[in-house]
């Protein structure tokens, strides 16, 4: 009997399949989750729900971080390797789309262990609440995020969230809750909001953006229509052309929710009048820089009256937002020395577009390439977005999940774009460069989605 019992528990322990972020733990132990590339913004939020709904979890990851050290704090064990010793005797495996190919991924499908996509278990978290939004698209989905959760928190609806940011006002891009409501990013890349059949799917914009999964623009389109279909009410940009009977538009000039009277103070911040189906709706003051956060606040007004959320709480939020980090961040008190994640060439054009507006000074632009495939099919807007910039200092290229392609490397955009631009290999050098022309009166905009934040940081801290 006792070899009986031990065989039937070693085939659960094998073959068991747990549903895990269950509002329901299962029975017995405590299910092991293992994280791969927990250090990624999404994966270490996710480690962190895991572990505040009781879960036992633990994590991979090469680089050693502040997420990592925070992870840490919430008593996670942290393997600075990938091996396949890490994930014995776990019950669950989840991976990014960076990871998918790593040795833990492989071993956990060897030996019959659960693996689940960073999306599919996100989807899995989804369900536990009543009222889910996923905003997507190509531009402004962590802004717009924070947006709506801040007018639910100003609305005291306790939103749980789930951010590919930091929150300004807590430090950290989650917060657990167990109301009603989430907030959260739904990304495109790899069909990853296909997971996701949210209450409320928001679509800021749909671009050319990821082209080395989806190959064409259509591609791209069908993807977000699709995601659009999946959706019980869709929120959505009335450039996008999207079909169905649940969709709710907002646009600048067209749309339910429209812009009027948009106006730029002199610190690049923007006030407007919000029209709903012709009629005033709310006036509103905006704390973020950029017309583009214009279009931002009207999918968060559109999304949080469909909810009910009184004007007032709508009003006061987006006046008194905080921001995100790396969302046009000022990084020192007395000089012009900004990070803004922007790395898609509208992203960009938009950002310099915006500064220029309001900051007259000399300007010299750093931008840090993310991944040779997006630079490579991008070339060409990639240049035509720095036309009218002066100056521009290029690093070497983010590459992330890629190996290096000489067709899309940032010394080849460096020399596309000419006489205006430098480039640097070491980013030693490029600080230096950088320290120099601050002193001669520049200000700097650092763009991009990789560390070029780090060095960002670095530069501040040194003048």
């Known amino acids: 009997m006792k070899l009986l019992k031990k065989l039937k528990n070693k085939l659960i322990k094998r073959f068991y399949k747990p549903q895990i972020f269950s509002d329901k733990i299962n029975r017995g132990s405590p299910i092991k989750i293992h994280f791969v590339g927990i250090g990624g913004v999404s994966m270490s939020s996710l480690a962190i729900y895991a572990k505040k709904m009781g879960y036992e979890v633990s994590g991979s990851d090469l680089a050693e971080n502040q997420t990592i050290s925070n992870l840490r704090l919430q008593n996670i064990t942290i393997y600075n390797t990938h091996s396949a010793d890490n994930i014995i005797g776990k019950n669950v495996v989840i991976y990014s789309n960076a990871t998918e190919d790593s040795e833990e991924v492989k071993a956990a499908q060897s030996f019959g262990i659960k693996t689940l996509t960073r999306a599919a278990a996100l989807s899995n978290l989804l369900k536990n609440y009543n009222t889910s939004i996923c905003i997507s698209g190509a531009h402004g989905k962590t802004t717009t ?4 959760y801040a007018v639910l928190k100003e609305a005291q609806k306790a939103p749980a969230l789930h951010l590919g940011g930091n929150y300004k006002q807590t430090g950290v891009n989650y917060d657990f ?15 990853s909001f296909l997971n996701f059949n949210p209450n409320i799917g928001v679509i800021l914009n749909i671009a050319p953006e990821h082209l080395d999964y989806f190959k064409t623009f259509e591609n791209v389109k069908n993807s977000f229509q699709k995601f659009a279909n999946q959706s019980q009410v869709v929120i959505a940009n009335s450039e996008c052309k999207l079909q169905g009977n649940n969709i709710i538009t907002f646009g600048i000039k067209r749309g339910k929710y429209t812009a009027k009277k948009v106006k730029m ?6 006030y407007f009048s919000c029209y709903k189906n012709e009629k005033l709706f709310a006036n509103i ?3 973020l820089v950029g017309k583009h956060n214009v279009l931002n606040a009207l999918a968060c007004i559109a999304v949080c009256d469909y909810l009910n959320i009184e004007k007032d709480h709508i009003c ?11 969302r046009f961040e000022y990084l020192h008190k007395e000089k012009f020395i900004i990070h803004d994640y922007a790395h898609h060439p509208d992203e960009i054009s938009s950002v310099l577009k915006e500064t220029k507006k309001f900051y007259k000074n000399k300007l010299l632009v750093v931008f840090q390439p993310h991944t040779y ?7 060409l807007q990639f240049i035509k977005s720095f036309k009218k910039i002066k100056e521009v200092l290029i690093l070497k290229t983010y590459s992330a999940r890629e190996k290096y392609d000489k067709k899309g490397s940032a010394l080849l955009l460096s020399k596309n774009l000419g006489k205006k631009a430098v480039y640097f290999q070491s980013n030693n050098k490029a600080e230096k460069y950088i320290l120099q022309k601050i002193k001669q009166g520049y200000g700097i905009l650092f763009l991009g989605a990789g560390d070029i934040y780090d060095m960002a940081k670095n530069v ?4």
Do not use: H, W
């Open 373 to 379: 495939s997006r630079t490579k099919n991008l070339m």
């Open 316 to 326: 006061t939020a987006l006046k008194n937002f905080c921001g995100v980090e790396r």
């Open 460 to 463: 501040s801290k040194m003048c």
């Open 265 to 270: 103070k002199n610190n690049g911040k923007y």
């Open 177 to 191: 809750s167990t109301s009603e409501y989430i907030a959260c990013e739904a990304c495109e890349y790899k069909d």
């Open 285 to 287: 003051e905006l704390n």
């Open 145 to 148: 995020t924070a947006l709506i």
